[in-house]
Structure formats: C-alpha cells, structure tokens
Nanobody, 122 residues
Framework: QVQLVESGGGLVQPGGSLRLSCAAS????????MAWYRQAPGKQRELVAA???????SYADSVKGRFTISRNNAKDTVYLQMESLKPEDTAVYYC????????????????WGKGTLVTVSS
C-alpha cells in the first residue's frame, strides 16, 4: 500500500538543530495531509506539527517559533526543521499521512512511519 520512511534523527546538544525527513511511497493517488507526532518515554504520543494539501500548517504550542514543517509535493516528502532544541524535545518522532490510496477503487487511509529517535542532551 503506502510506506512512510523517516530519517534525520540523532543526538544533538541543547540549542542545536536537526532536520527530519519523511518520504512516502506506494500506491498514492494524493496525500491530503502530513504530520509529525512524537512520543517521549512514559508519555502519550502527541501532535507536533501538521500540514494539509492546501498549504495550511499548525503547531503544538510547545514548538511554535522553533519548529517548521514543510512539504515537497513532487517528492511526497515532508520535513520538520527543528531549531533551539531542548531536552524536553527528546522523543521518537513519527511521520503520519492521510492518503488517497489507489486500489481496486480509490480509498482514504492513514499511515504511520516506524519513527526516528531524537535525543537532546549535553
């Protein structure tokens, strides 16, 4: 069907930057929305940032002004530029996409990547 593959995670010092990427592939007719979620140890998964096909974006209050979500429609890829990282940003970051899938008929479905670990520590 559809696969989402994240990349770009790693270890960074407080105040540093990272850029995450998520590439979608498979039987894609169109991608309606893409988003980044994160889950820290012992906490629930939370929405970090989202972008819809019309170009609108939204952010969690905790990352506003520090994170930027962007999308390359030609490559079916979404990015998350993270600046001024804090230890509390440490989490596994997951890519999410709402996709119109090509099948016997066309249908809408939601897909998740396997996640990429971001660790902010000195």
């Amino acid at each position: 069907q559809v696969q989402l593959v994240e990349s770009g995670g790693g270890l960074v010092q407080p105040g540093g930057s990272l850029r995450l990427s998520c590439a979608a592939s498979g039987r894609i007719f169109s991608i309606n929305a893409m988003a980044w979620y994160r889950q820290a140890p012992g906490k629930q998964r939370e929405l970090v940032a989202a972008t819809r096909s019309g170009g609108s974006t939204s952010y969690a209050d905790s990352v506003k002004g520090r994170f930027t979500i962007s999308r390359n429609n030609a490559k079916d890829t979404v990015y998350l530029q993270m600046e001024s990282l804090k230890p509390e940003d440490t989490a596994v970051y997951y890519c999410n996409a709402e996709v119109s899938v090509l099948g016997i008929g066309r249908y809408d479905a939601e897909f998740w990547g396997k996640g990429t670990l971001v660790t902010v520590s000195s």
